[in-house]
């Protein structure tokens, strides 16, 4: 397991670039909400204490993951962050809805990075159980919110 060793949390700022002149997005799903809402915070807190201003970060929440691509795309649109991050979380069921939406997902924002000059970063848990998601969403694997924050910044730079 990649998460096994690792506290998706931890992070050396000085080896992050000051967040504070960027604008950050953040599209979050309103599904799985008790881990929805903990990514957020995860997200929101590194962000700030790497620099950003509260005034720079726009929350858009979409119903589920499936929407997270048009509730990004919209935010890059009306706002013109220089970061988005989509926050979702998809736990495996009886069927192969899991299969289908996870997939779905993945592909949109992978294509909103290709048709766009705006990163957009995949904090969408996909775990077998609600156990795992709540592993990593702030439990004993750290915060999957903050490790996109982190990688937020970092893309933030590049596409400067």
């Known amino acids: 397991m990649a998460t096994a060793n690792k506290n998706l949390s931890h992070y050396d700022k000085e080896q992050i670039p000051s ?24 997200a929101e807190e590194t962000l700030l204490d790497c620099g950003a201003l509260l005034e720079n ?12 691509t048009f509730g990004a795309k919209a935010l ?13 979380s998809v736990i495996q069921g009886e069927t192969k809805h899991f299969d289908f939406v996870c997939q779905a997902t993945a592909q949109g924002i992978m294509d909103l990075n290709v048709q766009t000059d705006t990163p957009v970063i995949f904090c969408v848990l996909t775990d077998n159980n609600m156990q795992q998601a709540k592993d990593r969403s702030g439990g004993k694997h750290g915060n999957k919110g903050s490790e996109a924050a982190v ?10």
Do not use: C, H
């Open 151 to 160: 990688a937020a910044i970092k893309m933030a730079v590049l596409a400067q």
């Open 19 to 42: 967040a504070k002149n960027f604008r950050f997005g953040i599209v979050v799903s309103e599904w799985n909400e008790e881990i929805t809402e903990a990514l957020y915070k995860g």
């Open 76 to 88: 890059i649109e009306k706002t013109k962050p220089d970061a988005v991050i989509a926050i979702g």
């Open 57 to 68: 970060i726009t929350r858009y929440n979409v119903p589920g993951s499936f929407e997270l």
